[in-house]
């Protein structure tokens, strides 16, 4: 038996079988977890349920996070299904691609920053809107993916790394707000992972290489890491975290000069 069995999911941001969310619902099915899953648009809904019916779930529902009255209606035909969720997995971040390459100062544009403010920080807070109802009274968790560009300037992450702290920040204050309703909110700072949506980052691969060569454990990040904690964070072995950044990132964020550099 699984420390989530009888636990509902919900996971939002499931793109590819190497997405994170789907090291996420993997590892959280392996725990004994039910599943539920969004797809952002009709393109996207074969795949997410193809890859949600391995995962023993027929449930997939159609949800643009930029639209208020998409993400309520995620919810009511969830509720003709499930009581109320246990967890709810966000996984989801977005800005055009031309904000992501170069000089964050001439690549950024009120259009662009507002758009990935929207998409990767608000939309958290969004669906704990929505979804509240069905969070209260079952020891809830909300979680989230963020990263170390928002906490340091990395080349070319440019807007998403302004995002991310605003995803942050939003964190605790969802935690601070939503805590007396006995709902955990959190987050995983990952490592870089080789995902669709970090193929939008010009030099992707030098990071990646920079990064096997100094984090303490000499090796990238897995989805498999980040779906692993996940499952715990938003399991009752957890019951006491809130409002937490978990690095996931073997060590890398707290190096000050790599040892092959010294």
């Not at 959190?186 to 490592?191: L, V």
Request: charged letters at 20%; aromatic letters at 8%; hydrophobic letters at 40%.
């Amino acid at each position: 038996m699984g420390f989530l069995n009888g636990k509902r999911v919900l996971i939002v941001g499931l793109a590819s079988n190497r997405s994170i969310a789907s090291g996420v619902a993997t590892a959280m099915h392996e725990q004994g977890a039910e599943l539920a899953f969004s797809y952002q648009n009709d393109k996207l809904k074969p795949r997410v349920e193809k890859m949600a019916s391995e995962l023993g779930s027929s449930l997939t529902f159609p949800c643009d996070l930029a639209d208020d009255d998409s993400i309520s209606k995620l919810f009511e035909s969830l509720s003709k299904h499930w009581d109320g969720i246990d967890a709810i997995v966000h996984s989801a971040a977005f800005a055009p691609g031309g904000q992501l390459d170069g000089n964050y100062v001439d690549a950024v544009t009120r259009e662009g920053f507002g758009i990935a403010h929207d998409i990767s920080s608000y939309s958290f807070v969004a669906l704990a809107k929505a979804g509240r109802s069905m969070l209260q009274n079952r020891n809830g968790a909300m979680l989230t993916m963020t990263y170390l560009g928002a906490e340091r300037a990395l080349p070319n992450y440019n807007v998403m790394g302004l995002a991310k702290a605003s995803l942050e920040a939003n964190i605790r204050y969802m935690a601070n707000g939503l805590g007396p309703e006995n709902i955990r909110v959190n987050g995983i700072s990952a490592g870089p992972i080789r995902t669709l949506a970090a193929s939008g980052v010009k030099s992707f691969r030098t990071m990646l290489k920079f990064y096997e060569d100094a984090t303490p454990m000499r090796r990238n990040i897995t989805i498999e890491d980040v779906g692993n904690t996940a499952a715990f964070l938003c399991s009752d072995l957890a019951a006491g975290i809130t409002g937490e950044i978990v690095h996931v990132d073997n060590g890398f964020h707290m190096v000050g000069m790599p040892e092959n550099l010294a």
